[in-house]
């Protein structure tokens, strides 16, 4: 079979995400005095959720769902989100240099202070929505042989008919590293937010710079692995919608029987693949931000001067 017909999904996923990523990037380098510079652990990190997203794309023609462990398959991004999200957090975010306590700034600070609130909401947004996929999925399933919730049943006459479904057995693995990933989110953006920021007006524009840069960065990996496994979900859920069976009548007209969100499968199928693009694009936006002298290693280099040049007076 051709090649482009193997991997027909991935390939449209990969067209929505260059296309997502070339707006993303032209929102991020918008001249709102936001330094869009990247650590080498920022890319390392968005390296390893990227690759979560490889692995879970090739175990789509040979991880069945009768193998053990197949069902854990949809959480493989964000297992991978919340290693990266965990290394990123303990190598790629440095604490600020030693300041007297007359410069510090002791204003309250939380791990909402630096970004947008659209940041903070997106991440809520899309995390509840996989959540409730994955309930309504879940409450519409069916057990199968092996007593797990992997088949949607419809029932014809006396007899009945069925299909791999996203069930139970692959959405609380999901919910489970959701839950995971949403903890490490926290750690991540409170490890961000508690330092203490220097009084100065410069060097608390360096700072705030900084870590507006790591939050977004962090965001961005989670985020994206969350919406990739929202879209791979929702694209799960459409292929059980074409299920359907017939039943003849007495008078040998047959009718044609069809599950009861046969008309969504386009919708789901369309949106599903919008997001799995959408969170490609998220997941690899730290690899093409600039590591030129904006970047996060120049400014905390600068950030160290000052610091230095203002102890010293």
Excluded at 19 to 25: A, K, S, T
Excluded at 40 to 55: E, H, N, P, T, Y
Aim: proline letters at 6%.
């Amino acid at each position: 079979m051709p090649f482009y017909l193997v991997w027909t999904e991935e390939i449209i996923v990969l067209t929505i995400g260059l296309v997502c990523l070339g707006v993303v990037l032209h929102l991020v380098r918008k001249p709102d005095g936001v330094r869009t510079g990247q650590s080498v652990v920022g890319r390392l990190a968005a390296l390893i959720v990227f690759a979560g997203i490889i692995v879970f794309s090739l175990t789509r023609f040979w991880f069945h769902s009768e193998l053990p462990g197949a069902t854990w398959r949809n959480s493989i991004p964000l297992a991978a989100a919340s290693l990266a999200i965990i290394l990123y957090a303990n190598a790629g975010v440095r604490p600020l240099p030693a300041v007297p306590p007359r410069e510090i700034d002791v204003a309250p600070r939380t791990m909402w202070s630096f970004g947008p609130r659209a940041w903070f909401a997106g991440w809520v947004t899309f995390a509840g929505l996989l959540s409730a996929t994955v309930l309504l999925a879940g409450l519409a399933s069916s057990t199968d042989g092996e007593g797990r919730h992997t088949i949607i049943v419809l029932d014809v006459g006396s007899s009945q008919a069925g299909t791999i479904f996203f069930g139970w057995a692959f959405g609380v693995p999901v919910l489970f590293f959701l839950a995971v990933l949403s903890a490490v989110n926290c750690f991540a953006l409170s490890r961000i937010a508690r330092p203490a920021m220097p009084a100065d007006p410069l060097q608390r524009s360096l700072e705030a710079s900084i870590r507006r840069n790591q939050v977004r960065t962090v965001l961005a990996l989670s985020v994206g692995a969350i919406t990739f496994t929202l879209g791979a979900a929702l694209n799960f859920i459409s292929r059980a919608a074409s299920l359907g069976a017939s039943v003849p009548r007495p008078d040998g007209v047959r009718i044609e029987l069809g599950s009861s969100f046969a008309a969504l499968q386009i919708p789901l199928t369309i949106s599903g693949l919008l997001l799995q693009g959408l969170g490609v694009a998220l997941v690899v936006l730290p690899l093409f931000q600039s590591s030129h002298k904006t970047s996060a290693n120049v400014l905390g280099t600068d950030r160290t001067r000052v610091t230095a040049e203002r102890t010293s007076d």
